[in-house]
């Protein structure tokens, strides 16, 4: 009876143990399965569609991806509604104290808005700011409206200031950025297109004012305009530009920065998060600022003759300088390559006038030519007469 009992025992302690190796081999595997589930959706979750990080004065690409990908650029658009209006201004074709009639199509513009009623008036001035700041999509509609009739018209300026810039990878089918449903042709905007597009757009000072901006009041403070660029404030520098988003086109940013003398300019398309796109904006401009920086060669590198010898003049030799000054965007770790080639004689002949052309200095690294100007006479020089010809060769 006691065999048994021990039987019956050790029976039931197996299927326990079984039961935990069971309980903890369906854990494991209920672990691994989440793992590989969490593994294969961040493979799938596209960290962005392409980046551009160019610099903002010359437009050199300094890291790209996908740059000429067409995708779809959501308010990022309203950059060239704001470039169109502004070139309008410069122009005296419309004023900033214009006062705009809020139409019944414009009023009813969703998404990102200021909610702008029927036959309510607000100046262009104020619309300009809540599209900058707020990307406010029913204050695109308003001023389209008011530049050329009606937004279709609008749409049409917009693509031929495109073709004129270059912007090659680029259609506009709204003036504000919003998808036009159904299965209508959609804007499209690659990264180097947004990048001409930015480049234009930082010219005009008010611009950067407004994109810099965090918030401002409209409708007289009963509404606050916010800054959809939320690096404003974290990112030293950062002064704007401009966001983007809908469900279709996924989170956008042009942003642009400036430390001392170097401004540049990052675009992130298409990214899966709203923080991904603030956090590859970041990661590029950072990259940008550690990386180059601007340098005057003339200062750094002058030409070691200071003068030259002048044949048959009143002073035997004339100081030299270099007519220009020049700059070059250059990686940091490669400013000890540069080299400089002089083109200089070895003498001159008299007269000399100053600022007289007399060489030419030229700087390169690598090969590729960086820069150059011309050497300059510092002073003038007299032709020796004939009797002072004979009194300094007697």
Do not use: C
Not at 92 to 110: F, K, V
Not at 228 to 250: P, Q
Not at 379 to 388: H, I, N, P, R, T
Request: charged letters at 25%.
């Amino acid at each position: 009876m006691l065999l048994a009992m021990d039987r019956r025992r050790r029976f039931r302690l197996s299927i326990i143990a079984f039961l935990l190796l069971f309980f903890t081999f369906s854990l494991t595997l209920g672990l691994d399965s989440a793992s590989a589930r969490r593994k294969r959706s961040r493979k799938k979750a596209i960290p962005y569609r392409s980046i551009l990080l160019i610099e903002a004065n010359t437009g050199r690409v300094l890291k790209a991806r996908n740059e000429r990908l067409p995708t779809k650029p959501a308010s990022v658009v309203k950059m060239m509604t704001a470039l169109i209006t502004m070139e309008q201004i410069k122009r005296n074709i419309i004023n900033l104290d214009d006062i705009i009639t809020t139409s019944r199509r414009a009023s009813r513009i969703g998404g990102q808005q200021v909610y702008l009623k029927q036959g309510e008036k607000f100046s262009l001035r104020d619309l300009m700011k809540s599209i900058i700041i707020s990307s406010a999509n029913d204050s695109s509609y308003a001023v389209a409206e008011h530049i050329a009739g009606d937004a279709e018209a609008f749409v049409d300026l917009m693509n031929q200031r495109a073709k004129e810039l270059g912007m090659s990878n680029t259609r506009f089918v709204n003036v504000n950025g919003l998808p036009p449903g159904g299965k209508k042709p959609t804007n499209q905007m690659s990264a180097r297109d947004a990048g001409i597009l930015a480049r234009e757009l930082i010219k005009y000072p008010l611009i950067m004012k407004w994109s810099a901006t965090k918030n401002a009041p409209f409708r007289n403070g009963s509404f606050i305009l916010t800054n959809t660029n939320t690096l404003l404030g974290r990112f030293r520098g950062m002064d704007g530009l401009k966001t983007g988003y809908h469900r279709r086109a996924g989170f956008s940013i042009v942003a642009t920065a400036k430390r001392k003398n170097l401004r540049l300019i990052a675009v992130v398309m298409g990214s899966s998060h709203s923080r991904r796109r603030f956090k590859e904006a970041t990661r590029l401009l950072a990259w940008g600022f550690n990386q180059y920086r601007w340098i005057n060669l003339s200062k750094t590198k002058k030409p070691k003759p200071q003068q030259i010898k002048v044949l048959k003049g009143q002073k035997r030799m004339v100081r030299i300088r270099l007519k220009e000054s020049v700059a070059a965007l250059v990686r940091r770790s490669e400013e000890k390559r540069i080299s400089m080639k002089l083109e200089l004689p070895k003498e001159i002949t008299a007269p000399v006038k100053a600022g007289q052309k007399v060489g030419r200095v030229t700087y390169e690294l690598g090969g590729n030519k960086l820069g150059g100007t011309d050497l300059v006479a510092v002073d003038s020089v007299k032709k020796l007469g004939f009797f002072q010809s004979l009194i300094r060769f007697r």
